[in-house]
């Protein structure tokens, strides 16, 4: 038996954070298309370049090519027994598409969280995201800065501001969020397996909360 988490949840709701620390626990991979088109992007590729303009904007990929490179991941023998899929999938077209990879592999979503966070709360924490780029480690200005000014605590590497978390992108990515990716919520909560998780608490307590609804599976 395979066991597939899709996270669903707005941007900055601490889904990629979330995803990480159960992934651990659970010894799942952790499948995150951002991660997989940052890297790409970082690494020039064909696929980088094409998803870069979109990123930069806080726009969507497109379907056809954000799906080929999920379902290329999927494919890959780590995932045999299942993995915690973030920021994937983000469209109606992509959910089905997801369904049927699922199905060609034997497997189905078992359950999908959703991390709800009020819309004020976002963008305060979006705005102020500061990133590693050499651990890929995230810090908040505010809630969770770094010991010293724009350092990374674990590896000393100067921190950046993520193209996609300036002010005027993040906007535009919670709109994009509003009109493609919240329609999500019924669609899964129909398939009966959305449960919703309060994410406007500490870190730590929202972890604990998942893996909570997760070991009752
Ligand atoms: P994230 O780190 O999940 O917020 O993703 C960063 C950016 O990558 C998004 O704003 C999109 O431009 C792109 N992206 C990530 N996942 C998807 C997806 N499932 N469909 C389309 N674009 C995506």
Known sequence: MSTFIVMLGPPGAGKGTQAKRIAQELGYPHVSSGDIFRENLKNKTELGKLAETYMNRGELVPDDVTIAM???RLSREDCD???ILDGFPRTAAQAEALNRILAEMDAQIDIVPYINVPDSVLIKRLTGRWTCPVCGH???EEFNPPKEDLTCDVD???????????????KNRIQVYRDQTQ??????????VLVEI???????TVTTDLLKVLNQE
């Open 70 to 72: 999920i379902k290329n």
């Open 81 to 83: 027994d299942g993995a």
């Open 138 to 140: 995230m810090y908040h």
């Open 156 to 170: 000393g590497a100067e921190l950046y501001q993520r193209e996609d978390d300036k002010p005027e992108t993040v």
């Open 183 to 192: 329609s999500l919520i019924d669609y899964y909560q129909k398939q009966d």
């Open 198 to 204: 309060n994410g406007n608490q500490e870190i730590g």
